[in-house]
């Protein structure tokens, strides 16, 4: 069975191989004919900041957060934007308690800090392949990070505030859990989009290095969670973003640059992907991911529209815009209002209520049966939550069901 995948905004060839390679062997694994082919088009069509970023000034709005399921998303959305916020409310919690440290004796927080300064730095893959916390390291591409990242928060100001109030082993234990999350939160705001990580994978990320540090599992419950909670269910990442625009906006210019681009001269990526769809010896199925699902959307529906349809077994639009930019009316393939063509083949289209940039298909067309929406769940906020569909099993087991 032939499969194509079209890659989405942003990515370039080193992202792209990667994303390529969970991608085949997501499907390989579950079907044994599987021909993945790829369709890399970033350095082709994609964009880039001809004039350096000259035309970026600076400020934008805010937004909360309502959903109460928002709750885990909530608190890791804080920590991606500041990794060490949860120690600074257990030192300023800390601060008010009545335990006094006893002289000459060591005391919890300060074994904590030992055993954090004692961990190995060096997890290089290959030397520790048997390890699972390397492993996961190198599956989310946050290894290269780690010794920088626990020396960052061995040597912060919060850490040492943090364990100078702790003198019990139950602080000591919500200290532990507190420093695992601070440690992630710095590798996955580091890595930015460039991580591909589950919420699955970076819970286990922080229940391994609580163990080290001498944890238990996911360790206490953080009575600073509570304040987290409320903070980032009235904040978002937009107040860092503003302060820092120019190198935001510079470093994900190819994201937004690639979808202003196609819409504004997508013909070539459009003619490129009909030529190699048509010269499959089979019907392949054709995966899109993000602005990879609109060009796919675009391609089937203009071909069908000239009666010169496409023989595609099945279309699959993964955190894709397509439906979105068909209700502004802004879909190159179809007219503003239009129904999907005759001979438009079926259109699976699979989103995470997380991913920002994602969209429901099925309402924008009612009562079309070609039409099918289907909700997974990385358990990560935005903008982690755009890649992460790649590691998720849901993703290429519905894709199954809807070949079967």
């Known amino acids: 069975m032939r499969f194509i995948f079209v ?8 992202r792209y191989d990667e994303l390529f390679r969970w991608v085949r062997r997501g499907l390989e694994e579950r079907f044994q004919d599987a021909e993945v082919v790829p369709f890399y088009w970033g350095d ?5 900041l001809d004039a350096g970023g000259a035309s970026i000034p600076g400020t934008a709005t805010t937004r909360g957060t309502e959903d109460p399921e928002e709750a885990d998303a909530a608190e890791w959305l804080l920590l991606l934007t500041d990794p060490l916020c949860e120690l600074r409310v257990l030192a300023a919690l800390g601060a008010t308690d009545d335990g006094l440290a006893m002289p000459g004796l060591q005391s919890a927080g300060e074994r904590v800090a030992d055993d954090l300064r004692k961990l190995p730095r060096d997890l290089s ?8 916390l390397t492993r996961l ?4 591409g946050l290894l290269n990070g780690y010794a920088d990242a626990l020396d960052e928060l061995a040597d912060s100001d919060e850490f040492r505030d943090a364990y100078a109030v702790v003198q019990d082993d139950v602080s000591a234990a919500e200290l532990i859990t507190a420093v695992s999350r601070a440690v ?12 591909v990580c589950t919420g699955d994978e970076r819970d286990r990320m922080v229940d391994l290095l609580s163990g ?3 944890g238990t599992a996911r360790g206490a419950l953080l009575r600073a969670s509570g304040v987290l909670l409320k903070l980032g269910q009235r904040l978002t990442p937009q107040s860092v973003l503003d302060r820092k625009r120019g190198e935001a906006t510079s470093a994900g210019a190819s994201a937004v640059g690639d979808i202003l681009r196609y819409q504004a001269r997508g013909g070539p990526l459009r003619d490129h992907l009909t030529q190699l769809i048509a010269a499959s010896l089979e019907p392949p199925v054709v995966i899109g991911h993000s602005l990879g699902g609109i060009a796919l959307v ?12 496409l023989s595609v077994r099945l279309l699959v639009t993964v955190g894709s815009q397509a439906p979105f930019l068909h209700e502004l009316g802004a879909l ?3 007219p503003p209002g239009a129904t999907l063509p005759p001979n438009f083949p079926q259109w699976l289209n699979i989103y995470d209520r997380r991913d920002l940039l994602s969209y429901l298909a099925a309402p924008v067309f009612p009562g079309d049966p070609r039409v099918t929406d289907h909700e997974v769940r990385s358990r990560q906020p935005f903008p982690v939550s755009h890649s992460a569909y790649w590691k998720l099993g849901a993703v290429y087991d519905r894709i199954g069901e809807a070949l079967r």
């Open 7 to 14: 890659h989405g905004t942003g990515v370039r060839r080193e």
């Open 44 to 48: 082709t069509f994609g964009s880039s």
């Open 125 to 132: 893959f290959g030397s520790h392949d048997d390890d699972e």
């Open 137 to 140: 390291l190198q599956d989310t």
């Open 184 to 195: 992630v939160a710095l590798l996955l705001a580091g890595a930015g989009e460039a991580v």
């Open 212 to 214: 080290r540090i001498g």
């Open 298 to 309: 675009d391609a089937l529906a203009l071909a069908a529209i000239r009666q010169e349809p």
């Open 332 to 334: 190159a393939g179809l």
